[in-house]
């Protein structure tokens, strides 16, 4: 069964920082693209970031230059450093996996979601 649990949430100050993680199983983690995802509410869950198998990465225009994502095969692991963090950053953030890297993009044929980690910005 596939599961993934999300952690490193919390409240932050306007321009601080928080990394998150997302630790996977029930898959081959390695053969998997990943991706972060965040629900604000009243609004679609979007993609925020996404990494390759082999390393490479994209991102939301809405945080490129601000969020790293990364991942830890030996660890079954992805994270997301998110820097310098705005108020519209404040979300519930998800990760989720496919072997597809247009599944990852898309966001939408998941079977199944982790319970996400809250992130809130606020002064």
């Known amino acids: 069964q596939v599961q993934f649990v999300e952690s490193g949430g919390g409240l932050v100050r306007p321009g601080g920082s928080l990394r998150l993680s997302c630790a996977a199983s029930?898959?081959?983690?390695?053969?998997?693209?990943m991706g972060w995802y965040r629900q604000a509410p009243g609004k679609q869950r979007e993609l925020v970031a996404a990494?390759?198998?082999?390393?490479?990465?994209n991102y939301a225009d809405s945080v490129k230059g601000r969020f790293t994502i990364s991942r830890d095969n030996a660890k079954n692991t992805v994270y997301l450093q998110m820097n310098s963090l705005k108020p519209e950053d404040t979300a519930v953030y998800y990760c989720?996996?496919?072997?597809?890297?247009?599944?990852?993009?898309?966001?939408?044929?998941?079977?199944?979601w982790g319970q996400g980690t809250q992130v809130t910005v606020s002064s």
């Open positions: 990494i390759t198998t082999d390393g490479s990465t």
């Open positions: 989720n996996a496919d072997r597809r890297l247009l599944a990852v993009v898309a966001g939408t044929d998941f079977a199944s």
């Open positions: 029930g898959i081959i983690f390695s053969i998997y693209h």
